[in-house]
């Protein structure tokens, strides 16, 4: 759907030819904005890849050298042990400082980066040879004046930790040694990486990363320009129906040519424009309803507490208890309201096993308080399945009260409970004169009261609330009519997936449903 554009009103006239000049600029411009867009989404999203991807090597880096200084502080431990002699002697301990530092210098053998150095009583004792070791550090005053500066009993001395000189930035452990044999005599091993270097050596990568990327963004941008333009020419049409589409008129539609994208494109906003029709219809219409069904008991309670005489004690419990009635109306309207608003919510329904025969034998034990009629329960599926009993037992007495409403006193009414070729069926029927022939499409609508809702004051969201249950289940909800010489009435079935089934997996006979009814 193109925007809008200024410049190309009417007032133009086709002999002025200011025309083909207005068309290109305006194209061209609504072309540069999505070019634009897009190479800025292009180059944030290379941005953010390569700040991502940096930030990750160089943790990774980080985490390399703490790892090695964390071998190296293993290393030392092991050693302080003991010395090894041959397979038969025990291990002796170290009789000096000086030897056990000059050994663990000697074993170390530095990788790229990396210095080692030993320090007695803070004076450099013994660091690795010129072969072995790519970092001079104690060439470094500022670094071993730093080390010195330690304290040697710290318990956190063997931990990583990070100084910076003028020189570089390392990245160090400095191990405290003693012996038994010199408790005064207080050496330090030092093991070192200049994380600069290393850190440099990563953003190299990197720096040549974004060469490739802007490469690669420029090249886009070309092929992205003509792409572009070419795309843009098939829009005009969309953008000429959408400008006579209102807010106060959605009856227009865009006329749909061939079956490319683009038709597919015009049938999907066409689809489109028919939900938005059929929401704004039904929200003036719930508006509507929902005004009209609160304004009766309001002005019923307003009108009687106006003409109460409040010295009159009969008349004050008669008016109290038909205000008490009518807020009862209303917060059963407000209920069901805002059950049908949470409808649609994925935790309005939270199945769990359910053993759907005693769930028929509690549903028929409340039903006998809804009014006086003659409960029976024909068939009872003693399966287990996964339904949430709390809102089935609501669908299922609604259908109940329904039939109540619409039968009269005393007669029958019977409920069941079935599995049918994978199928859980609960349902209802009653002994009323059943649904006229052009309400059947209309009675699970919001607000559509039939003759008896009318009468009793019913707000027409019942039957509603009971498909929102059924639909948040995977099923339905349907009514079917007696067969002929079955006597009147109408059966109500909720019609739900057997999920979850135990016990169940038989499968009954076609007839058998009908035959209960």
């Known amino acids: 759907m193109g925007r809008t554009r200024s410049g190309q009103g009417s007032a133009i006239g086709a002999e002025t030819a200011p025309m083909p000049v207005v068309v290109p600029r305006s194209r061209s411009t609504v072309r540069g904005r999505l070019m634009a867009a897009v190479v800025a989404l292009t180059a944030t ?43 038969d ?20 053998v530095p990788g ?96 040549t990363y974004a060469g490739v990327g802007l490469m690669a963004l420029g090249a886009m941008t070309v092929v992205a320009w003509f792409v572009v333009g070419r795309m843009l020419r098939p829009v005009r049409l969309l953008r000429d129906t959408a400008r006579r589409i209102t807010e106060s008129d959605l009856s227009e539609r865009i006329e749909v040519h061939g079956s490319d994208d683009l038709a597919d494109l015009a049938r999907t906003v066409n689809a489109m424009l028919d939900r938005l029709q059929r929401a704004f219809g039904s929200q003036r219409e719930l508006a509507d309803d929902v005004g009209h069904e609160l304004r009766t008991p309001l002005t019923i309670v307003r009108g009687h507490l106006e003409l109460v005489d409040p010295h009159d004690a009969d008349d004050v419990r008669t008016t109290q208890q038909l205000v008490l009635d009518e807020v009862d109306r209303m917060q059963r309207l407000v209920d069901d309201l805002v059950t ?47 339904v949430d009993a709390q809102r089935i037992t609501q669908a299922w007495l609604q259908l109940l009260a329904n039939a109540v409403r619409y039968s009269d006193p005393w007669s029958t009414v019977r409920l069941g409970s079935e599995v049918w070729d994978g199928r859980l069926l609960l349902w209802v029927r009653d002994e009323g004169p059943g649904v006229p022939q052009g309400e059947e499409a209309r009675i699970f609508e919001r607000f559509h009261r039939g003759q008896a809702d009318r009468k009793q004051h019913g707000a027409g969201l019942g039957l509603p609330i009971v498909a929102a249950i059924a639909s948040a289940h995977g099923g339905r909800v349907f009514l079917e009519h007696p067969p002929p010489g079955a006597g009147t009435g109408v059966v109500f079935v909720l019609d739900l997936p057997a999920v979850g089934l135990v016990d169940g997996d038989r499968t009954l006979d076609t007839d058998l449903l009908e035959h209960h009814r």
Request: net charge negative; charged share 25%; aromatic share 2%.
């Open 45 to 87: 999203t290379l941005a953010v890849s390569a700040a991502t991807g940096l930030a990750l090597q160089l943790r990774s880096t980080d985490r390399a050298i703490d790892e090695s200084l964390e071998r190296a502080a293993a290393a030392l431990h092991d050693l302080e042990r003991g010395r090894p002699a041959g397979d």
């Open 89 to 108: 002697e025990a291990r002796a301990p170290w009789s000096s400082v000086h030897t056990l530092l000059a050994t663990a210098v000697q074993n170390r």
């Open 112 to 207: 790229e980066h990396e210095g080692v150095v030993s320090l007695v009583d803070g004076a450099l004792h013994v660091r690795a040879s010129d072969v072995t070791e790519p970092l001079r550090i104690d060439l470094d005053t500022e670094l071993i004046a730093a080390v010195q500066a330690l304290d040697p009993l710290d318990p956190r001395a063997d931990e990583p930790r990070t100084v910076r000189t003028s020189t570089t930035e390392y990245r160090l452990v400095a191990l405290p040694v003693t012996v038994p044999a010199q408790p005064d005599v207080h050496g330090q091993l030092v093991v070192a990486f200049d994380r600069s270097a290393q850190v440099a050596a990563v953003r190299r990568i990197f720096v």
């Open 340 to 386: 049908l608003a949470t409808a649609d919510r994925p935790d309005f329904v939270k199945p769990a096993p359910c053993d759907v025969g005693r769930l028929t034998d509690e549903v028929l034990e409340k039903a006998r308080a809804l009014g006086e009629r003659r409960f029976v329960v024909v068939s009872r599926a003693d399966v287990t399945a996964l």
